[in-house]
T-cell receptor, first 112, second 114 residues
């Protein structure tokens, strides 16, 4: 049972490039979330999903898109990366019944 | 929406001392309050949580208190150890029933000096 995994661990992009961050969970959780963490800002919700095939916007969705084609995977896309998207990205998941969120190890993204 | 304020942003203590981190929230509908610990280079991990029908909860050296009237809750760590050094986040949310969207505080960096 690997829990929540994130791919890649670290990435450097040039402004305007695109990329996809992958989050995978093997706990059969219904809910999945993408957060970004910036110094002194805590965790801010980008997008979330309450089930396969559903997605919704969070607090800071601009510049990001997501997809949940399979229950165990939640993808975060950056179509045209900007330096303001330099951050550490965390994925989390939880069951539909309990509140406890399980976080992945994070993806560190640097946009030059 | 919910607004969570967390203080202090940095807390430095000597090993064996107690540490207290405080959070306030704005939405009276919030009734679930988790605390997360984030070690360097890792994702946050739940260490304790409390629901609105309880005023205090303990788990070994860690305790959380909740004052719903004043809309604040606190994390207490007793007999601190160097391995307690980490960033701690509080959060507030209505209980899961529909979409579960916790609002996080900005974090407290706890440093425990040996």
């Amino acid at each position: 049972n690997a829990g929540v995994t994130q791919t890649p661990k670290f990435r450097v992009l040039k402004t305007g490039q695109s990329m996809t961050l992958l989050c995978a969970q093997d706990m059969n959780h219904e809910y999945m979330y993408w957060y970004r963490q910036d110094p002194g800002m805590g965790l801010r919700l980008i997008h979330y999903s309450v089930g396969e095939g559903t997605t919704a916007k969070g607090e800071v969705p601009d510049g990001y898109n997501v997809s949940r084609l399979k229950k165990q995977n939640f993808l975060l896309g950056l179509e045209s990366a900007a330096p303001s998207q330099t951050s550490v990205y965390f994925c989390a998941s939880k069951t539909g019944i309990k509140e406890t969120q399980y976080f992945g190890p994070g993806t560190r993204l640097l946009v030059l | 929406g919910e607004n969570v304020e967390q203080h202090p942003s940095t807390l430095s203590v000597q090993e064996g001392d107690s540490a207290v981190i405080k959070c306030t929230y704005s939405d009276s509908a919030s009734n679930y309050f988790p605390w997360y610990k984030q070690e360097l280079g890792k994702g946050p991990q739940l260490i304790i949580d409390i629901r609105s029908n309880v005023g205090e909860k303990k788990d070994q050296r860690i305790a959380v208190t909740l004052n719903k009237t004043a809309k604040h809750f606190s994390l207490h760590i007793t007999e601190t150890q160097p391995e307690d050094s980490a960033v701690y986040f509080c959060a507030a949310s209505p209980r899961s029933g529909g979409s579960y969207i916790p609002t996080f505080g900005r974090g407290t960096s706890l440093i425990v000096h040996p």
